[in-house]
Nanobody
């Protein structure tokens, strides 16, 4: 059974750091691009960062130079290291997978292309 499970969210003061993790199971991990997305109530879900199988990444402008996405293909984990957090980063963070028929080298940034989602983990940043 295909499943994505996030962990690592929490509350932190502005300027602090958090590391999110996402455990993937039941997938052919070679063929999936993965990403982190976030959503606040009343707004659309937005991309934070995405990564292909060999590590090609794309980031939202708002998080560049502060956040780092990475993946461990052996353990089938996805990570998001978040540094210098700001109150504007407060949101529910979701791990998601884009399934491709073969190796996924170039991760798409469109939210609609990601069809498998975790349950989300809340990140709250106070000023």
């Amino acid at each position: 059974q295909e499943q994505l499970v996030e962990s690592g969210g929490g509350s932190v003061q502005g300027g602090g750091s958090l590391r999110l993790s996402c455990a993937a199971s039941g997938y052919n991990y070679n063929s999936i691009c993965m990403g982190w997305f976030r959503q606040v109530p009343g707004k659309e879900r937005e991309v934070v960062a995405v990564i292909g199988y060999y590590g090609r990444t794309q980031y939202a402008d708002s998080v560049k130079d502060r956040f780092t996405i990475s993946r461990d293909n052996t353990k089938q984990y996805l990570y998001l290291q978040m540094n210098n957090l700001e109150p504007a980063d407060t949101a529910m963070y979701y791990c998601a997978a884009y399934l491709k028929g073969d190796y996924c080298f170039v991760p798409p940034i469109e939210v609609s292309k990601y069809t498998h989602w975790g349950q989300g983990t809340q990140v709250t940043v106070s000023s």
